[in-house]
């Protein structure tokens, strides 16, 4: 089992930067693939970006791609999300979670899902 805490959200203006963090409890941090999703009011949620167990191949969606970079650190049992060029419809609240197995933009692929992390961008 993974528990999982997500931190580094905030308020931020238009064209700025934020790095999402997610600390994760557990001895089999390696086994897993993680993501990061996010929910605004209103909407669905939706996949953000995702890291491979080792860390070597990531997938992004294409509105945030060359914008947001993930990455992680297995020997910290950490995943980070890089926010750069932060635009409003950005806002929303950030979860991370981890997948077993699946496809790693579908949300019913992730087993373990943190509490979120608010992140609003003002115009």
């Known amino acids: 089992q993974v528990q999982l805490v997500e931190s580094g959200g905030g308020l931020v203006q238009a064209g700025g930067s934020l790095r999402l963090s997610c600390a994760a409890s557990?001895?089999?941090?390696?086994?897993?693939?993680m993501g990061w999703f996010r929910q605004a009011p209103g909407k669905e949620r939706e996949f953000v970006a995702a890291?491979?167990?080792?860390?070597?191949?990531?997938h992004y969606a294409v509105s945030v791609k060359g914008r947001f970079t993930v990455s992680r650190d297995n020997a910290k049992m950490a995943v980070y999300l890089q926010m750069n060029v932060l635009r409003p419809e950005d806002t929303a609240v950030y979860y991370c979670?981890?997948?077993?197995?699946?496809?790693?933009?579908?949300?019913?692929?992730?087993?373990?899902w943190g509490q979120g992390t608010q992140v609003t961008v003002s115009s």
């Open positions: 890291i491979s167990k080792s860390g070597d191949v990531s």
């Open positions: 979670a981890a997948s077993v197995g699946g496809s790693v933009v579908a949300w019913a692929s992730y087993n373990y």
């Open positions: 557990g001895r089999t941090f390696s086994s897993y693939a």
